[in-house]
């Protein structure tokens, strides 16, 4: 069963261009983070967002989470080619148990 | 120097065959976990160990193993490995009470 769905799956934007990924749940979470994974590699924490409205700034992205902490959202603020990657949501529901969201592949073109 | 190694980075081996991927952190987190992606890169967890002790093993047939000798480590071994086992395995740790593991770099195994 999935408990995240991601939305879009795929983007592909043009550098400079605004984006904004959803994660989306029926489950509360005690928390939820996000990640950047590369090809080859593992995934990157990006964030952890703990409180339901809560609002967290990474540079260009930002993210939050919902009050209800049942989804998030990830708002990339002009593009770069850099920010290409898998961007993964993963939520916390039992101790030490994390469900992973189902991926949105961002392509950022120069 | 790397927080979270896995070795071997790619493994290719028979349908039938035993084999073993080794973990280590050197960040003295107390939980480790393993975690499988699949072809359509979903990520899942298969175990979570705290402190050399298990405490989550979610659905995952008991082909496979983890054994933690000790807080650093945490080794994963696959018997009788099938052609579904193939995927990308993720080791990763994280501090007790945190929620948020830092992931090592994936050992891609493939079974023909």
């Known amino acids: 069963t999935q408990l995240l769905e991601q939305s879009p799956q795929f983007l592909s934007i043009q550098e400079g261009e605004n984006l904004t990924v959803y994660c989306n749940s029926s489950?509360?979470?005690?928390?939820l983070q996000w990640y950047r994974q590369e090809p080859g590699e593992g995934p990157v924490l990006l964030v952890t967002v703990v409180t339901g409205g809560e609002v967290k700034k990474l540079k260009r992205l930002t993210f939050q989470f919902g009050d209800a902490r049942k989804d998030s959202s990830l708002h990339i603020t002009a593009a770069q080619p850099g920010d290409t990657g898998l961007y993964l949501c993963?939520?916390?529901?039992?101790?030490?148990?994390?469900?992973f969201g189902t991926g949105t592949r961002l392509t950022v073109i120069p | 120097d790397t927080a979270v190694s896995q070795t071997p980075k790619y493994l290719v081996t028979q349908m039938g065959n035993d084999k073993s991927i080794k973990c280590e952190q050197n960040?003295?987190?107390?939980?480790m976990y393993w975690y499988k992606q699949d072809s359509k890169k979903f990520l899942k967890i298969m175990f979570s160990y705290n402190n050399k002790e298990l405490i989550i093993n979610e659905t995952v047939p008991n082909r496979f193993s983890p054994k933690s000798p000790d807080k650093a480590h945490l080794n994963l071994h696959i018997n009788s490995l099938e052609l579904g086992d193939s995927a990308v395995y993720f080791c990763?740790?994280?501090?007790?009470?945190?929620?948020?593991?830092?992931f090592g770099p994936g050992t891609r195994l493939t079974v023909l």
């Open positions: 993963a939520g916390e529901v039992v101790y030490n148990n994390l469900f």
């Open positions: 489950s509360v979470f005690s928390s």
């Open positions: 990763a740790s994280s501090p007790s009470g945190t929620m948020s593991p830092g």
């Open positions: 960040l003295g987190h107390d939980t």
